[in-house]
């Protein structure tokens, strides 16, 4: 009997829980419902790896038995950048929200999903059923209280709660259909909503941004990196939680599906009072205007439509995207990631349950990770930095090779060149045994007026292989 991990539609912050009966439906691969739930004090103060014992689990107002209950560390990460602060979060093996801000905010507490497994009802497919969830007052042993914690960076506060007092926040429907673990809205009445904004003939697209960029890890499988900004589509700061859906349609050069994948979150604030913390900080923390995530496609022409509804309001937002044929053989580049934003990167936290985003694989080049930006309109004052990738099959095991690269930029107006770099050794990025040179460079643009502009890279080596001009643009303002 097979599981999935419905945590799709959870989001990081406490925010996300306060109109969870608003929320998309679960979905069910198998024969196994997973019910993802969390449980909170009134203080806000989560109750981590609880049992089948402390639940009951009914299904169209008829309780069900419990098969067990898995534990998941939700994925919640804070860090600090070249600009500010990121808040990120997931609950999809590839699929992250993030909320970018100039300030920082020192706080990151663990975040648990307690999965609830019960066999439901022989039921017809394609229908839907309502499912609750209720903690037991009482423990195995007839105890009321229960320890509860919340974590201050590094500092963990505990304390004794009543259980008939706790709050249990869980989907409260499902529907028996079959659905991927990166399409978790798929079958819903949010996702058909969705697929007729993406098939329209015409759409509002205004404060959305949108990049994608096909890079290729070792197994040559391309796998393409979408980057979406949407900070200017509305600031709904100091509501009540509201919802936000993406759905992504890539469509071939025929106009057939090739595939599709979609997410979800929820936003807005939660006014409890906490050590030291104010709720408006609160409220601004579970509010995101970046996602990211990845999607492999075989070689070939598409068109990507990314569908937003943010809060009701729908925006939608496409790129074109090429694949091209890898030969790990021959010297190879990738496309190319305009970035903003970078951090230090860190080795994950280690956790004694499962993480989500484990198949996510970051941009990283010197220690260093970069963030694929929606947004390639740069202000003077933003780093624009080139992400690309090398693919030098002389560097494998103890083979060794001279890699060169050039970027450069013409004005997409008249076709005049107006920078570049020059031909630059790639040796500072250059990994011993590894044929795959991940390549990070800053481009001046000071001395570049407004206006839009093509940016190319090419990538050569002292065998005298040299690639085609990959091709990128980007506007300054």
């Not at 205007?289 to 990507?304: C, F």
């Not at 694949?323 to 990167?345: N, P, T």
């Not at 005049?416 to 001046?444: C, F, H, M, Y």
């Amino acid at each position: 009997m097979r599981i999935l991990l419905l945590c799709g539609v959870f989001s990081c912050s406490l925010a996300p829980f306060l109109h969870a009966q608003d929320a998309p439906a679960i979905r069910v691969e198998a024969h196994e419902v997973l019910v993802p739930v969390r449980v909170f004090s009134n203080k806000a103060y989560e109750v981590p790896q609880l049992d089948a014992s402390d639940f009951h689990v009914f299904e169209d107002g008829q309780e069900q038995q419990i098969q067990k209950v898995i534990s998941v560390r939700a994925y919640d990460r804070m860090f600090n950048d070249n600009l500010g602060v990121g808040d990120e979060w997931a609950r999809t093996p590839r699929g992250k929200w993030t909320s970018f801000r100039d300030t920082a905010l020192s706080i990151a507490s663990p975040a648990y999903v307690h999965l609830i497994a019960y066999v439901p009802p022989s039921s017809k497919p394609e229908s839907c059923h309502q499912i609750k969830v209720k903690l037991d007052p009482k423990d195995a042993s007839g105890g009321r209280f229960i320890s509860a914690q919340v974590q201050f960076g590094q500092k963990v506060i505990k304390e004794q709660v009543d259980r008939r007092k706790l709050l249990v926040l869980s989907r409260t429907e499902y529907c028996n259909t079959e659905h991927s673990s990166y399409d978790p809205l798929n079958g819903t009445e949010v996702s058909k909503v969705l697929e007729q904004y993406a098939a329209a003939t015409e759409a509002r697209k205004d404060g959305l941004s949108l990049q994608a960029s096909a890079f290729y890890p070792e197994s040559g499988t391309a796998r393409v990196y979408v980057g979406l900004d949407f900070s200017s589509i509305g600031n709904q700061t100091g509501i009540p939680s509201f919802n936000i859906s993406l759905l992504a349609m890539i469509y071939k050069k025929d106009g057939a599906l090739a595939t599709r994948f979609s997410d979800s979150t929820q936003a807005g604030c939660l006014f409890v009072r906490r050590p030291t913390l104010a709720s408006y900080q609160l409220c601004k923390e579970g509010i995101p205007n970046h996602y990211e995530t990845q999607v492999d496609l075989s070689p070939g022409d598409y068109d990507l439509r990314v569908v937003l509804d943010y809060g009701g309001q729908l925006r939608r937002v496409q790129v074109p995207i090429t694949v091209d044929k890898f030969d790990a053989k021959q010297l190879g580049m990738s496309g190319i990631a305009l970035c903003k934003r970078f951090h230090k990167r860190s080795e994950p936290e280690q956790s004694p349950v499962p993480t989500m985003l484990f198949e996510f694989l970051p941009l990283l080049s010197a220690g260093m990770e970069f963030t694929i930006t929606g947004d390639t309109h740069y202000k003077k004052w933003e780093p624009l930095i080139v992400y690309f990738e090398a693919y030098e099959p002389l560097l494998a095991g103890a083979g060794s090779g001279n890699v060169q690269f050039e970027v450069r930029i013409f004005d997409a107006k008249t076709g005049e060149a107006r920078d570049g770099t020059g031909l630059l050794g790639a040796q500072p990025w250059v990994q011993a045994g590894n044929p795959i040179i991940p390549i990070a460079e800053k481009i001046s643009i000071n001395k570049l007026a407004p206006s839009a502009y093509r940016l190319e890279v090419q990538v050569s080596d002292s065998a005298g292989a040299r690639t085609g001009w990959r091709t990128t643009s980007f506007t300054l303002e």
